[in-house]
Every structure is written in C-alpha cells, then in structure tokens.
C-alpha cells in the first residue's frame, strides 16, 4: 500500500499578511473541516469503486467456477451473498451521488459526505466479505489479487475518520441528541 501514508505539520508562530488571507479571520478550522468532505466524497467514491471491483470479480468467477458440472454461482448459498452486496453497494451509491451533486453546486454537505462514506465503506466491505466467500481458498491466491484489495477495503472504515466518528457526529449534528465523546 505506498498510497496510504500519515503525514504531521506544525506551525507555530507564523503570521500570514492580511493580502494572502483566504476566507475570513479565525474561520481557518471550519475551513478544514469543510474541506474534509470532499476527501470523504473521495474515499467514498474509492470504495465504491472497490466494492463493483469485487462484485464484478466473484460474479464473474462464480458463473465460470464448475463444480460438480455447473458453475458455483447457480447456487444460492453463493449467489445471494454477492446479490445482497451489490444491493448494499448501490444503496451506498445513492448517498454518494447526494454528497456529490452538494458538494458541485458548493451548498453544506457534511451529513451526506459523512453517511456516503461510511455507507460506501461497509458496502464495500461486504462485498469483499462475498468475494473473498466465492473464490474459497483461492481467494488468498496472489494472481486473484482478491486478499490484497479486500485488506486495503478495511482500512476505509477506520480512515480518514473512523465509522465511531461518524456516527457520533450524525447522532449530534443531524439528529441533535447530546456530543457522545
């Protein structure tokens, strides 16, 4: 994973001119916030992109897989796990294209970049979850490259911001029940 890495900046005592302010004084950390939706947007389009990734492969691996001359797809123990994700997955997608279309026209969009990528995340997972299922032992196999991306697809419901995070702020900011932390 070399796309992944955490970075740390400081400053400390610096002073900006009044000409390269951007936006008003002392509405800098509102501004990051606000700008922390668009990479939940972002990560909430990845994992949706890796959910269809996986959809797509244990779809097509279980319509060729043959065993005891048919392909493992026909059955349902196989077939519904990766039918109910694909379900989940564009659910997801809904809130996602929601988030996208606020985030385009520049209005707030904290709650649906936050449901989007929590949703988009955990659709991912099962997805990955039914992939992994379909291909068996294989699914471990290197040339499958299925273990690979579903141990990256975890990673996206603990970060950027944990699915805790999240739900801790759609239970105080959308739903107005008392700060939890």
């Known amino acids: 994973m070399v796309n992944h890495h955490t970075t740390e900046v400081f400053f400390h005592d610096m002073r900006v001119p009044a000409a390269n302010l951007i936006g008003e004084v002392d509405e800098g950390f509102k501004y990051i916030l606000d700008g922390m939706n668009a990479e939940r947007i972002l990560i909430a389009s990845e994992s ?33 796990p990766i039918a109910r994700a694909y379900v989940q997955l564009r659910g997801a997608e809904l809130m996602l294209r929601r988030a996208c279309a606020l985030f385009d026209e520049g209005k707030q969009c904290g709650p649906e970049a936050n449901m989007a990528k929590l949703l988009n995340s955990e659709a991912a997972w099962v997805a990955g979850e039914a992939c992994l299922q379909t291909h068996g032992g294989f699914g471990y196999a290197v040339e499958y490259d299925v273990e690979r991306k579903w141990r990256e697809t975890r990673l996206y419901q603990i970060a950027p911001i944990s699915t805790n995070l999240i739900l801790a702020y759609v239970g105080e900011h959308v739903l107005g029940m008392p700060r939890s932390y």
């Not at 949706?48 to 026909?74: L, M, N």
């Open 48 to 80: 949706f992109g890796d959910g269809r990734w996986f959809i797509d492969k244990a779809s097509r691996y279980a319509t060729e897989r043959q065993v005891f001359g048919r392909p493992i797809g026909q059955n349902q123990g196989v077939q519904f």
